[in-house]
């Protein structure tokens, strides 16, 4: 579909064609509106498998094909937000962009999603649509981490879960969603009781709503919180179970491939080497087959540290240097930083310590200043300065 475009009319005939471009424009933006809410079904395992089985089709295939349509109309999807804006049209504008919060987030396309997030907060606080603010914050907060804001995604979730909270039983789902956001925040700052507690307070609310894709999602955070401690068989029992319930009730793709990332870690610091990878190995497909560049190049990080812990220094160097190209086209450059550590590792492991010191270096200009990694490479570099 082309973007709507103003035609160049006479000054007689401006009155009845600005009625009709007024008419456009409005059809335009509720065009991509009902668009985004059906796509927004097929991007939602809980809504997708009814709808999957009132039309007896594969709900894999409706995934693909939400995320198929969400890519080709993207940039009239943004034209629309903005369009909606322009006429404060409010409601449009945050429905428009909570309806694409999974997109963007499976698609790495954090620079929109902050963009447009950005507009629909003020867009639904004018409105006075708490329920819409709280989950406009909450995605907030998930793409500041990302960024690298911490403290800004911490505000964000704050702000959310208070929202939820004074929404009542209204808000209860969106409360146990900003808890596991939360719960990812303070894991990214090394906050581990902070980030175990907010976890577990998501997957309680989870559990008293029966709702098992989110329980899922937050078992992945507490999981992967454990495994960073290095309690390992507490993080592979949880993240079993994570898998085990996600494909119990038929969770995405996307979902799905986090789990065997992270339990693939698990393995890796078990030394289950062929276990970790054919983990990672099915990951990768999925991040591929559905578009997700972050978690590709997540995929391809932890491979390349499977074939390092076998001593295959030339498959690792690929895997890192493909990971590292992917990183880049994102602006992923916290991740760019800890492929840059694996790097070092690398090099350490060949008794190239020269190497080994420019890898880290470059590491710390890219890594995120309140991450743990960066406080462990600027002590190591201290250290043999």
């Not at 577990?200 to 899922?216: H, T, Y």
């Not at 972050?294 to 030339?314: D, M």
Request: charged share 25%; glycine share 6%.
């Amino acid at each position: 579909m082309l973007l709507v475009s103003e035609p160049e009319i006479l000054s007689e005939e401006f009155g009845e064609a600005k009625k009709w471009w007024e008419q456009s424009g409005s059809f335009f933006i509720e065009y991509y509106l009902h668009f985004s809410q059906e796509m927004a079904i097929f991007l939602d395992p809980s809504e997708r498998q009814q709808l999957a089985q009132n039309y007896d089709t594969n709900e894999e295939f409706m995934e693909q094909k939400g995320l198929n349509n969400l890519k080709e109309e993207l940039e009239n999807l943004m034209q629309a937000i903005d369009d909606a804006y322009s006429v404060n049209y409010w409601a449009g504008v945050y429905n428009l962009t909570i309806n694409l919060a999974s997109f963007f987030s499976i698609g790495s396309y954090w620079k929109e999603w902050h963009q447009r997030h950005e507009l629909a907060l003020e867009a639904a606080y004018k409105a006075g649509d708490k329920l819409a603010e709280a989950w406009i914050c909450n995605n907030l907060g998930a793409v500041y981490r990302l960024f690298g804001r911490r403290d800004k995604a911490i505000e964000m979730c704050g702000r959310s879960q208070y929202l939820f909270q004074e929404l009542g039983q209204q808000g209860r789902k969106g409360e146990a969603t900003a808890l596991n956001t939360l719960g990812n925040v303070y894991r990214a700052k090394g906050w581990w009781t902070e980030a175990i507690k907010a976890f577990e307070k998501s997957i309680s609310i989870f559990r008293e709503l029966q709702d098992p894709f989110g329980e899922a999602k937050a078992l992945d955070g507490l999981g992967h919180a454990y495994a960073l401690q290095n309690s390992l068989e507490l993080a592979e029992e949880i993240l079993k179970e994570s898998l085990r319930i996600k494909q119990e009730v038929g969770a995405s793709l996307f979902e799905v491939s986090k789990t065997y990332n992270n339990l693939g870690k698990v393995y890796a610091k078990l030394l289950r080497l062929s276990e970790a990878e054919e983990l990672f190995r099915k990951s990768l497909s999925i991040k591929r087959e559905i578009g997700d560049r972050q978690g590709e190049g997540v995929s391809l990080h932890e491979l390349g540290e499977i074939y390092r812990l076998q001593s295959c220094w030339e498959q690792a160097q690929k895997m890192y240097a493909n990971s590292i190209e992917v990183k880049e086209q994102i602006a992923d450059y916290n991740g760019q930083g800890l492929t840059l550590i694996a790097i070092s590792n690398l090099h350490l492991n060949r008794d190239d310590q020269e190497e080994a010191i420019e890898a880290r270096k470059q590491a710390l200009a890219t890594l995120h200043r309140d991450s743990p990694s960066y406080k462990q490479v600027a002590e190591w570099l201290q250290s043999i300065s």
